[in-house]
């Protein structure tokens, strides 16, 4: 590995190269910064990775042309640019991403990533997250990589050597942070009705955002539960500390937390450091459904942006804008329902825009994504209920998701109901 400055170590990007950037909290901004003051130069470089927590100067739009954005799960940094028609999204499930990096769908140039310094047998950490970074650098021509001190040494597929780095750029700054706002009163009342499905034992899966904190924050009576999920966050920790959580009954990875990336504040970022009852795995382990469906009693509890009265999911896109992407839902819906005792949440609050607009509806926007379909759904849970629509008939699921949709709006999708012919 040669300590180089950031812009002497992207001069190995060139004119239609890929270049993959590590995800998340792991997002080597010092790189970033230098391929956009390299990208004039250059012309159609594909920079593609999952979403990335602070600056993306790389999506200027100034820099159309030179460097184009492949979104494999739309952040906020890159929705306006995706709306924009600046950058592309390739809808793809979590599980499946490191496999375009090894099979060649995806070949890597570059891979900008962020570690921390070797230890004394020359391994550096790939940090809170090896989702589809343990792909990339396995698998990318060049490996360019920030050497930060302040990089958590996690446990789990995280070690990289240094003989793989080409190139090292050393940069002493802390992970960015993210902290959700407080649970409502909606958001309480929707994690009441998903902790009471929740047994003694079971295996957790739960994303970001004010619900899964709400559902955490009810669980702190349970005993013996585990973790195995994409995402490790503030509210996991609170619960592992309560004393509800210590893995014992899971089938796999007995008594270890398993998560492909930690998302959240700096304590939780020291807590996950030296810290081996959490492993972090990539996504091609942790969201495989065949690896799901072998925990006890996995819980996955996922949210929507809309519902259909036949069941569909929207959970990428409003209408044909997309919002975020596929992610690791089906991934765990499906495998969570085969797992002995499982169950899978879908969870939303009733209405959106101030109570202007049902999320509950007779039909998805016009060019909506289904993530998750008809098929697979199970449980769909609001403030005002939960309702298992698993083994339901078309007019059996719209009376049930009626039932949990905002009052205000129940006649009106009652009659758009009866006008579809799913009640009589």
């Known amino acids: 590995?040669?300590?180089?400055?950031?812009?002497?170590?992207?001069?190995?990007?060139?004119?239609?190269?890929?270049?993959?950037?590590?995800?998340?909290?792991m997002a080597p901004t010092s790189l970033l910064e230098a391929l956009a003051r390299r990208g004039p130069e250059l012309q159609a470089v594909e920079v593609v990775h999952l979403h990335v927590n602070g600056a993306a100067p790389h999506l200027a739009p100034a820099l159309a042309g030179h460097l184009r954005h492949n979104a494999l799960f739309v952040g906020p940094s890159a929705r306006a640019a995706v709306a924009d028609g600046r950058a592309d999204f390739t809808p793809v499930f979590l599980s499946e991403v490191p496999h375009l990096f090894r099979d060649g769908t995806l070949p890597l140039d570059v891979a900008l990533v962020q570690v921390s310094p070797p230890n004394r047998h020359g391994y550096c950490r790939l940090g809170?997250?090896?989702?589809?970074?343990?792909?990339?650098?396995?698998?990318a021509r060049i490996v360019v990589a920030e050497i930060n001190p302040r990089v958590p040494r996690t446990d789990?597929?995280?070690?990289?050597?240094?003989?793989q780095i080409q190139f090292g750029v050393e940069v002493d700054r802390p992970l960015p942070e993210h902290v959700d706002a407080?649970?409502?009163?909606?958001?309480?009342?929707?994690?009441?009705?998903?902790?009471?499905?929740?047994?003694?034992?079971?295996?957790?899966?739960?994303?970001?955002?004010?619900?899964?904190d709400a559902v955490l924050a009810e669980l702190g009576g349970r005993s013996d539960l585990g973790v195995h999920t994409e995402m490790f966050t503030d509210g996991l920790v609170r619960l592992v500390k309560s004393g509800a959580i210590n893995g014992s009954r899971k089938a796999l990875f007995k008594n270890r937390i398993v998560a492909s990336f930690?998302?959240?504040s700096q304590a939780l970022y020291d807590y996950v450091d030296h810290n081996p009852s959490v492993e972090f795995h990539p996504s091609e382990i942790v969201n495989d459904t065949a690896v799901i469906r072998q925990q006890h009693a996995m819980m996955a509890i996922?949210?929507?942006?809309?519902?259909?009265?036949?069941?569909?999911v929207c959970a990428d896109s409003m209408g044909e804008t997309i919002f975020s992407g596929i992610g690791g839902q089906m991934d765990f819906v499906r495998g969570a329902i085969l797992s002995p005792g499982g169950k899978a949440f879908i969870?939303?609050?009733s209405t959106a825009r101030g109570g202007k607009l049902s999320r509950i509806v007779a039909r998805l926007q016009p060019g909506a994504g289904v993530v998750t379909t008809r098929g697979h759904v199970q449980w769909v849970v609001t403030e005002h209920g939960a309702v298992n629509l698993r083994g339901r008939t078309l007019r059996e699921?719209?009376?049930?998701?009626?039932?949990?949709?905002?009052?205000?709006?129940r006649a009106e999708l009652r009659a758009a109901a009866a006008a579809r012919k799913l009640f009589s």
């Open 347 to 349: 969870a939303l609050p």
């Open 1 to 25: 590995m040669k300590i180089v400055s950031a812009d002497e170590a992207l001069r190995v990007v060139e004119s239609g190269h890929r270049v993959f950037v590590h995800e998340a909290a």
């Open 397 to 409: 699921r719209a009376d049930l998701l009626i039932s949990i949709a905002h009052p205000d709006f």
């Open 128 to 139: 809170v997250s090896v989702a589809a970074a343990r792909s990339a650098v396995d698998h």
């Open 156 to 163: 789990g597929h995280t070690a990289i050597h240094v003989s």
């Open 302 to 312: 996922n949210s929507a942006i809309e519902i259909d009265l036949t069941g569909q």
């Open 182 to 212: 407080a649970p409502g009163d909606v958001e309480k009342r929707i994690g009441a009705l998903i902790a009471a499905q929740v047994p003694d034992g079971a295996t957790l899966q739960m994303g970001i955002g004010t619900i899964p």
């Open 262 to 264: 930690a998302m959240g």
